[in-house]
């Protein structure tokens, strides 16, 4: 499967951006997806995940209450709302998706295959 990140862009402390990931070239709604981020300097870093249905989710707690992951298997698509972003939330964000990964290894970007191009989010105070 193909992954496409899009939907980075600069935004302000407080402002809000969806970021989507489109597949390609597989059954999508067979693929466990999530969404990482790396910022310069620093190791990559799981940001979110959602099943193949869109439930369950699971969200790194610096992100709790403010990031919003979705999909829709119709469009071969997953979503990552960012609301109320922070100067930290500042990186490149990832897709990312396999098919075969387990749950207690979901927070482990080595553990999938597939990888889209990501997408930069920066954010300005």
């Known amino acids: 499967v193909q992954l496409q990140a899009s939907g980075g862009g600069l935004v302000q402390v407080g402002g809000s951006l969806r970021l989507s990931c489109a597949a390609s070239?597989?059954?999508?709604?067979?693929?466990?997806v999530s969404w990482f981020r790396q910022a310069p300097g620093k190791e990559r870093e799981f940001v979110a995940f959602?099943?193949?249905?869109?439930?369950?989710?699971t969200y790194a707690d610096s992100v709790k209450g403010r990031f919003t992951a979705s999909r829709d298997n119709a469009k071969n698509s997953v979503y990552l709302a960012l609301n109320n972003v922070k100067a930290e939330d500042t990186a490149r964000y990832y897709c990312?998706?396999?098919?075969?990964?387990?749950?207690?290894?979901?927070?482990?970007?080595?553990?999938?295959?597939?990888w889209g191009q990501g997408t930069q989010v920066t954010v300005s105070s």
């Open positions: 990312a998706a396999d098919s075969h990964i387990i749950s207690s290894q979901k927070r482990n970007f080595q553990q999938y295959d597939y």
């Open positions: 070239g597989g059954t999508f709604r067979n693929y466990r």
């Open positions: 959602i099943d193949r249905s869109g439930t369950p989710t």
